[in-house]
Nanobody, 124 residues
Framework: QVQLVESGGGLVQAGDSVSLSCAGS????????MGWFRQAPGKEREFVAA????????RYADSVKSRFTISRDNAKSTVYLQMNSLKPEDTAVYYC?????????????????WGQGTQVTVSS
């Protein structure tokens, strides 16, 4: 019903900035809350950021607040994650996800659509 494809990851140095994109398709994209999660090797998938269906309300994990910014452009069916001041601990596979409703959530089990992930590696 909804297809999500992330892009923009790569190898960067600490302190650099990276912008991730999540291209969506399907009728429900514009009415769904969207989130970004990440998973480092040997760790659980953790919440990063979320945005409501209109792009007016956002929430962030404490570890990325003030450094990352989530946004969306429903006309382009795309969600973005601007990541600034990257740290080695930000290294992970980043996943885009679509929520069960139109609002923000930090819970993994509230998202029923997931992209394939894009690798972000931050070297020191």
């Amino acid at each position: 019903q909804v297809q999500l494809v992330e892009s923009g990851g790569g190898l960067v140095q600490a302190g650099d900035s990276v912008s991730l994109s999540c291209a969506g398709s399907g009728r429900s994209f514009r009415s769904s809350g969207m989130g970004w999660f990440r998973q480092a090797p040997g760790k659980e998938r953790e919440f990063v950021a979320a945005i409501d269906w209109r792009g007016r309300i956002t929430r962030y994990a404490d570890s990325v607040k003030s450094r990352f910014t989530i946004s969306r452009d429903n006309a382009k069916s795309t969600v973005y994650l601007q990541m600034n001041s990257l740290k080695p601990e930000d290294t992970a596979v980043y996943y885009c996800a679509g929520a069960r409703d139109g609002f923000t959530s930090s819970a993994r089990n509230w998202y029923n659509y997931w992209g394939q992930g894009t690798q972000v590696t931050v070297s020191s």
